[in-house]
């Protein structure tokens, strides 16, 4: 079983940068040595109401992100995320596991693609994290078309971006991440 690991954000490597102003935080991508920028973005883009952010924290010497803040749906809005590039996956991947805590809430996985053309487009699945540091595993056969358009499963070597989303209903997110892998 093949399994690649994101390191930097994501526990094994030093941070290189935090740039809370433009809500980017690049770490270094283990896989293929070059640094990947993670973005946090929230449905404000297109008029929604939500606002959060995205922490590089450490806590007892483990590295991790946090995305924390208000979800609501008010405005047609509903989210919040971060979310990287992902390029060179080989095509026997069958999932993604993350290491993460939470708040009792239901968060998403967002993966885009090569076929994910529009913005609103992309392949899901939910998770719940504990409020303890727990391992999730994501099986890609289970994540979701968000439209009809979309091919109704996606190829690994396909994904172009991943993201870690609070989404659809009016909550406070607060989910802490600290490895993203792929099994």
């Given at each position: 079983m093949m399994?690649?690991?994101?390191?930097?954000v994501f526990g094994l490597a030093s941070f290189f940068a935090v740039?809370?102003?433009?809500?980017?935080?690049?770490?270094?991508?283990?896989?293929?040595?070059v640094k990947a920028e993670w973005t946090f973005f929230s449905d404000q883009v297109m008029g929604g109401r939500s606002d959060g952010d995205a922490q590089l924290l450490t806590d007892q010497k483990k590295q991790f992100v946090r995305l924390e803040g208000n979800v609501t749906?008010?405005?047609?809005?509903?989210?919040?995320?971060?979310?990287?590039?992902?390029?060179?996956?080989?095509?026997?991947?069958k999932g993604v596991?993350?290491?993460?805590?939470g708040n009792g809430e239901k968060?998403?996985?967002f993966i885009r693609t090569s076929g994910t053309i529009l913005p609103w487009q992309y392949y899901?699945?939910?998770?719940?994290?504990?409020?303890?540091w727990s391992r999730v595993d994501l099986e890609f056969r289970d994540?979701?078309?968000?439209?009809?358009?979309?091919g109704k499963k996606f190829r690994p070597e396909s994904i172009k971006s991943i993201g870690v989303v609070a989404y659809g209903r009016d909550h406070r997110a607060l989910i802490d991440v600290a490895a993203l892998n792929f099994f």
């Open positions: 399994k690649t690991e994101f390191a930097g740039i809370i102003s433009s809500f980017v935080c690049a770490g270094e991508l283990e896989m293929t040595s749906t008010e405005n047609n809005g509903g989210f919040i995320q971060i979310r990287t590039a992902v390029f060179g996956l080989n095509k026997d991947l596991s993350l290491q993460a805590r968060y998403y996985i899901k699945a939910d998770f719940l994290p504990k409020k303890y994540f979701l078309r968000s439209s009809p358009w979309l």
